[in-house]
């Protein structure tokens, strides 16, 4: 498992992307007039941080506001109020700046935002607050300096965080023919293979608990994603050999990292569709199904194929210019900002750190660096983890459309869908409003 990039040498292979990222990014990233960006100095990510804002509870932030709780909760889905999990791991605070900065502009039920929709669920999976995500109470940024991601996913399964690296059994020689044979109806190896496979053992195996579900899907999606089983070893190392052709260490590191930083986020969207499908009790593999045909969509799982066009762009025409096209277009700008981290994701620097640690044989550090400068002075929000993976995925020499978000996810829907069946059957009953006038 990778330690933190200030522990990491130099690649001796090729050109390490970290020299260059270094000298080209002294990356100032600014949210209003107050510095939040991140330089990269040395082997590490020094973040400046602005002070931590205070939160309040729904009832303080609704009186602020003079609004009803369902227009708060849209404010929070649509990123202009800041939200985490109280101590207690239930309760929703809310950013009193991001409160009284809409107060003073005047917000109020006479004018509501767009409909939308909270929904908030009790779970001991994973909380988040501006520090991060904690998997089971224990800190990711802690996590991904000592765990591998067979561990983590066992932490997000059963509560436990094995003492040792895990090492999952390999494949049936019968999963291995059922996955080539959905590769080859499907036609190509990808998110499609992996969710036709899910859908297919939910038949086969409708009786298996959602980590066994989940665990089997794992193993197989090496095979999957790639079309080609990846050998023995840790999903990294498989999921590298598959697309490389042979495990280089530092990449096997990085991609453990990505996996790692990856496996769950609270109740995102994805996250909520398992748990929907979950709550009518289904086979657990079919609740998975319903998560990751989400995460196909390109505002969650596939994010990071954005990113990649947006380097792809910036190289061709300059960061700056690539910038502008998507602002000019009134477009977010992808790999940057998220609606929980107002400050910054604290995912992004050690996904970054590992990723400049790299060889970049094709030159992508100069673009990465230059559009992180650019978006200091353009973009009023601090990069994410998924402008990272996208950095990950050019550098490595992957396909934008590869599938590392959705095969790190398995291990929080696994999670989830097993706390849900947990709950209360059918649960989730939504209420239509008439848009008739």
């Known amino acids: 498992m990778p330690v933190s990039a200030t522990a990491t040498r130099e690649s001796p292979e090729g050109t390490s992307m970290r020299g260059v990222v270094m000298s080209r990014s002294s990356t100032l990233i600014r949210r209003r007039s107050t510095l939040i960006g991140s330089t990269l100095i040395g082997s590490t990510s020094a973040v400046t941080m602005e002070r931590m804002g205070t939160f309040v509870g729904a009832a303080e932030a609704t009186r602020i506001l003079g609004v009803r709780p369902e227009t708060l909760y849209a404010y929070v889905s649509r990123g202009l109020i800041g939200r985490r999990v109280g101590p207690d791991g239930r309760r929703s605070l809310y950013d009193r700046d991001d409160i009284e900065a809409l107060a003073r502009r005047g917000r109020s039920r006479t004018s509501p935002p767009r409909p939308s929709i909270d929904v908030q669920v009790a779970s001991a999976v994973t909380s988040l607050d501006e520090e991060g995500p904690s998997y089971r109470g224990r800190p990711l940024v802690e996590l991904a300096r000592s765990a591998t991601f067979e561990q ?7 509560g436990e965080l094995p003492d040792d690296p895990v090492r999952w059994s390999a494949p049936s020689a019968a999963d291995r023919e059922l996955a080539a044979a959905i590769v080859t109806v499907v036609g190509r190896p990808g998110l499609g293979a992996l969710t036709a496979a899910a859908t297919v053992l939910a038949e086969r ?8 579900a ?9 095979q999957l994603v790639t079309g080609v089983d990846g050998g023995k070893g840790s999903t990294a190392e498989r999921l590298v050999r598959a697309w490389t052709g042979r495990a280089e260490r530092r990449l096997v590191e990085a991609v453990d990292t990505a996996l790692v930083m990856l496996a769950d986020h609270e109740l995102t969207t994805s996250t909520l569709a398992a748990r929907v499908a979950a709550s009518v009790r289904p086979p657990a593999y079919d609740a998975l199904a319903a998560g990751l045909s989400t995460l196909a ?6 994010a990071a194929g954005e990113v990649v066009g947006l380097l792809v762009d910036a190289r061709t025409v300059g960061a700056a210019a690539a910038i502008d096209r998507i602002l000019d277009a009134s477009q977010p700008v992808p790999g940057f900002g998220h609606s929980i981290y107002k400050r910054r994701d604290p995912r992004f620097a050690p996904l970054l750190d590992s990723v400049t640690a790299l060889a970049d044989p094709d030159g992508w550090a100069p673009t990465v660096a230059d559009v992180l400068a650019a978006a200091g002075s353009r973009v009023p929000a601090a990069p994410n983890v998924d402008f990272g993976l996208g950095a990950l995925l050019l550098t490595a020499g992957l396909s934008p459309d590869a599938p590392l978000f959705a095969v790190a996810r398995l291990a929080g829907l696994g999670a989830h869908v097993a706390e849900e069946m947990g709950e209360r059957p059918v649960r989730f009953r939504g209420l239509t409003r008439s848009t008739r006038s």
């Open 152 to 158: 983590v996913a066992e932490l997000l399964w059963t």
């Open 205 to 212: 195996s409708a009786d298996d608990a959602p980590a066994v």
């Open 214 to 222: 989940a665990r089997r899907l794992l193993v197989l999606a090496p």
């Open 297 to 302: 969509g390109r505002l969650h799982g596939a």
